[in-house]
């Protein structure tokens, strides 16, 4: 027996037989073309089968995981059609060279442009090319999907897995995970987390490892070679007991969100299509604290039209049958690219035109999108969130928006409700800063911890090498946190949390204790949320935990 300490990046443990994951390999072979048009519509053609592919691999997402991961699938659509990467196709097919041999040097000219920017968040686009591209070269060549070779479940290893690949796996023969490289915080990750499935990073299994008998614990970070007896009845004992728990949770609906010293919270959902209001309801969510409505944009080839984002809105409003539903405003830039938006390409998009600014600047975008809301909201209880701010003025400027489209739907007969909350993203480190005053202007705040964290520390959550260098549990983004709740408090409005952060229940205690009123989390963290907040004493803890932030330490 041996024992290999990793990294846990997903609850849960595991035993069974290791089979190793079978990345697919397209053979490029160059060749020089005389019908250039003809290689042209092989590309093409390719190209419109792999998007095509990548919007069945979106449902899946949505069905198995939630829209967050769906989003991931959405954006590669996005990067197959970018015109960018599609114009440097044809030009290399246009030189003479088969479609292979273009795409090939397409993706690898652009895999070390990324890899050598500075920005870390660039960087990572890498992987995004690499996999796009050899979707379309497998089309091209015929190669056989990836997958693994096995009639009954099994722990799958790999030296690393990318979404794409996670979601095209048959679940019920895969319990658990285990690779040589990748981080907590990556798309692939959150999206096993998603998926309830165990999973260890940073632990080298070869091929010849295939057939022996593995454990793998996901809230240890342990993966054991050939257990013996002892340990095998120790590891299936604590997957029985969570089992157990994990049915035990059901008893938890219509139960009070609400700590041993009375202290309540909101427990609400993030979501990304309105067919996911069954799954909030289902985990007795009380409601939906972030809908993302670029999915609405993603999934198009051209701007969704008012009516089009209506239907989208009522339905989802009227589904959730009077509880509160927050939608966020257009988020589209950075890693959520769409073409026909024609925003030029930038050298840091994380940082660019993106979210409020794009909208700010396209008016016609966002009056048509804010129309669409407010037509919708006389069918329930709605609040509009806009993302990625940082100044006052791009607060007012949104809010005379708002103003006018009102204005003009009751110049148009058309019903609105008079009563729609308007809240901020707190994702930048100068949104947290000015919480003070951007809390006069709004009647609440949700906080996009995933982007404090990265903005606050300067570090790419998806670049594996920065490891523990992007620590959401950092004392600066509590701090930041801590400023905000109380800025919020002084002026009577709400304060939420819809990141990963609502999600790890290490830190609930301590986002209770300064003052978080709300979490937004996926469906079905909202039970065992629950049960945590309910096995809580904030009023004994609260003085320790504050002191801890003062003095500059991690809480206990």
């Known amino acids: 027996m041996i024992t290999i300490q990793g990294k846990g990046v997903s609850a849960g443990v595991a035993a069974g037989s290791l089979c190793f994951y079978r990345h697919a ?38 069905v198995q995981a939630g829209s967050e991961a769906a989003l991931l699938f959405e954006a590669h659509r996005a990067m197959a059609k970018d ?3 599609e114009g440097a196709v044809e030009t290399g097919i246009r030189a003479g060279v088969n479609a292979e041999a273009a795409i090939a040097d397409v993706c690898g000219r652009f895999v070390r442009m990324f890899a050598e920017m500075d920005d870390a968040y660039l960087r990572s686009r890498a992987a995004d090319v690499k996999d796009v591209s050899n979707r379309i070269l497998a089309i091209l060549t015929g190669t056989a999907q990836s997958g693994i070779e096995s009639d009954v479940p099994v722990i799958l290893a790999a030296e690393e897995l990318v979404p794409s690949e996670v979601i095209q796996l048959d679940k019920s023969k895969i319990l658990g995970f285990v690779t040589e490289r990748g981080s907590g915080a990556s798309h692939t990750a959150i999206l096993l987390r998603t998926m309830g499935i165990p999973a260890v990073t940073g632990v080298y299994v070869g091929p010849e490892n295939e057939g022996h008998e593995l454990i793998v614990d996901g ?30 949770l059901l008893r938890l609906r219509g139960c009070d969100n609400r700590t041993k010293d009375g202290q309540s919270v909101r427990i609400y959902c993030n ?36 009516d089009k984002q209506f239907a989208a809105y009522k339905k989802l409003l009227t589904d959730m049958d009077g509880r509160e539903v927050v939608v966020r405003t257009l988020d589209i830039g950075a890693d959520k690219q769409a073409g026909y938006f024609g925003l030029p390409k930038e050298e840091n998009p994380a940082m660019g035109n993106r979210a409020l600014r794009i909208c700010l600047e396209r008016p016609d975008i966002f009056k048509t999108q804010l129309r669409a809301l407010y037509r919708a909201s006389a069918f329930g209880r709605l609040g509009i969130l806009f993302p990625m701010v940082t100044s006052v003025w791009e607060v007012r400027e949104a809010k005379k928006c708002c103003e006018q489209v009102k204005r003009e739907l009751k110049e148009e007969g058309i019903a609105c409700s008079d009563d729609v909350r308007l809240g901020v993203m707190i994702e930048t480190p100068a949104a947290a800063v000015m919480s003070d005053r951007l809390a006069k202007e709004v009647d609440f705040f949700s906080c996009g911890t995933n982007d404090l964290t990265q903005y606050t520390l300067a ?6 090498a920065l490891g523990r260098f992007f620590d959401p549990h950092h004392p600066s983004v509590l701090r930041l946190l801590k400023l905000v709740a109380d800025n919020a408090h002084k002026n009577g409005i709400r304060v939420a949390i819809c990141g990963e952060l609502g999600m790890d229940m290490d830190l609930t205690e301590t986002l209770l204790a300064i003052g978080i009123d709300e979490l937004s989390v996926s469906p079905r963290c909202v039970l065992p949320l629950r049960r945590k907040v309910r096995e809580l004493d904030v009023g004994r803890s609260r003085g320790r935990i504050l002191a801890a932030l003062a003095d500059d330490r991690e809480p206990d």
């Open 25 to 62: 390999k397209s053979e490029v072979a160059r060749t020089a073309v005389s019908d250039v048009e003809a290689e042209l519509r092989r590309f093409r053609s390719a190209q419109e089968q792999a998007i095509g592919q990548l919007g069945v691999l979106a449902e899946k997402a949505r």
């Open 83 to 85: 015109p960018d990467y």
């Open 219 to 248: 809230d240890t970070g342990t993966v054991v070679f050939d257990p013996d007896e002892e340990t095998r009845a120790r590891t299936l004992k604590k997957r029985d007991e969570q089992l157990a728990q994990q049915r035990s």
């Open 271 to 306: 979501v990304g299509d309105p067919a996911d209001t069954r799954a909030v309801l289902e985990n007795d969510g009380g409601g939906i604290g972030l809908f993302r409505s670029e999915f609405l944009y993603l999934g198009c080839d051209d701007f969704p039209s008012e």
């Open 459 to 464: 570090c790419d959550p998806q670049n594996a």
